[in-house]
């Protein structure tokens, strides 16, 4: 079973950056489709972004043109990068794959990390 340790969330200032990594162990992530996904306080969760085995991607309207998604299945890493970043995305995310096509709804993800705390200050 493969197991997701996410990275690099944090304090950040609104206008800021961020940079979010997802590592993977005991197994490839090169035949699933991944995804970032958070969840907000008080909120349910919802999907961020995520990006097939062939690097086709897929965003959320509230960060498309603010934030990417990318991976490196050599080293079994995905990657979320997003600028000018806004209170609203302050969350806790989580990294999580399936075993098929990238989808933009979240129970379709069949494995997860146990997630990172962004907080956007204002």
């Known amino acids: 079973q493969v197991q997701l340790v996410e990275s690099g969330g944090g304090l950040v200032q609104a206008g800021g950056s961020l940079r979010l990594s997802c590592a993977a162990s005991g197994g490839k992530l090169s035949g699933y489709s991944m995804a970032w996904i958070r969840q907000g306080p008080g909120k349910e969760r919802e999907f961020v972004a995520a990006?097939?085995?062939?690097?086709?991607?897929f965003y959320a309207t509230s960060v498309k043109g603010r934030c990417t998604i990318s991976r490196d299945n050599a080293k079994t890493s995905v990657y979320l990068q997003c600028y000018t970043v806004e209170p609203e995305d302050t969350a806790v995310y989580y990294c999580?794959?399936?075993?098929?096509?990238?989808?933009?709804?979240?129970?379709?993800?069949?494995?997860w990390g146990t997630g990172t705390q962004v907080t956007v200050s204002s």
């Open positions: 990006i097939s085995f062939s690097g086709i991607t």
């Open positions: 999580a794959g399936r075993d098929g096509v990238a989808v933009t709804s979240v129970g379709e993800y069949e494995f």
